[in-house]
């Protein structure tokens, strides 16, 4: 899974575009869009392995799309060039589910997930559920350690996404919630409003 770059901890970053969370749940059932870009793991995809419905892949063009949105022949964005998806499959219903968490990043796929370990000089793929804290995992900006792995059960939409070819490729999970803010008070002189938008150099 990937340690991938330019957002704050295990969310997106400012150029994720206004997701709320009825935006949130829209996308959860396959209808909404979603941009952004995140720390993300590298995760190596099988069939019978499955993404959650949030999961976010970068497509050929930088932008970001659900797992729940993404259609067969799209082409996305892998470690080392892209990927054709061959196969999308959705389940529902209880999932067991593996939690994985570095310093910069998150990732929850389902327990049988295919992940890159880095273990003395080599690369090797391994079922999520089968990862301890402390182990090395394979991340965009290099290698990371596991701070925290944890496995719950959840009633979650599921995919398995087949990809040729069989490359590991980046993927993070859209926060469940996010937090309001609001940008500069517009004054109510118009006048003002212009000059309140004029470059401030030197002042």
Not at 5 to 25: D, E, H, I
Not at 56 to 75: C, K, M, N, T, Y
Not at 98 to 107: D, E, M, P, R
Not at 184 to 203: I, L, S, V
Request: proline letters at 4%.
């Amino acid at each position: 899974f990937i340690d991938s770059a330019s957002t704050t901890n295990g969310g997106v970053s400012a150029g994720f575009k206004g997701t709320s969370q009825s935006r949130a749940m829209k996308a959860q059932d396959g209808r909404s869009k979603a941009r952004g870009n995140g720390h993300s793991y590298i995760s190596s995809n099988s069939p019978t392995r499955c993404f959650l419905w949030n999961t976010l892949f970068q497509d050929l063009r930088g932008q970001f799309i659900l797992a729940s949105e993404v259609q067969p022949l799209a082409r996305l964005q892998g470690r080392c060039g892209d990927v054709l998806l061959k196969l999308v499959k959705r389940h529902e219903g209880l999932q067991q589910l593996s939690i994985l968490t570095t310093l910069h990043a998150n990732l929850t796929v389902t327990a049988s997930h295919r992940v890159l370990v880095r273990r003395g000089d080599k690369e090797q793929v391994v079922p999520a559920y089968s990862l301890q804290e402390g182990e090395d995992v394979v991340c965009a900006r290099g290698v990371a350690k596991l701070l925290q792995v944890r496995q719950e059960q959840r009633e979650v939409s599921v995919f398995e996404l087949a990809f040729e070819p069989d490359m590991p490729l980046s993927a993070f999970n859209l926060p469940d919630d996010t937090i309001l803010t609001k940008g500069f008070a517009m004054p109510k002189n118009t006048a003002q409003w212009h000059d309140a938008r004029a470059p401030t150099h030197g002042r």
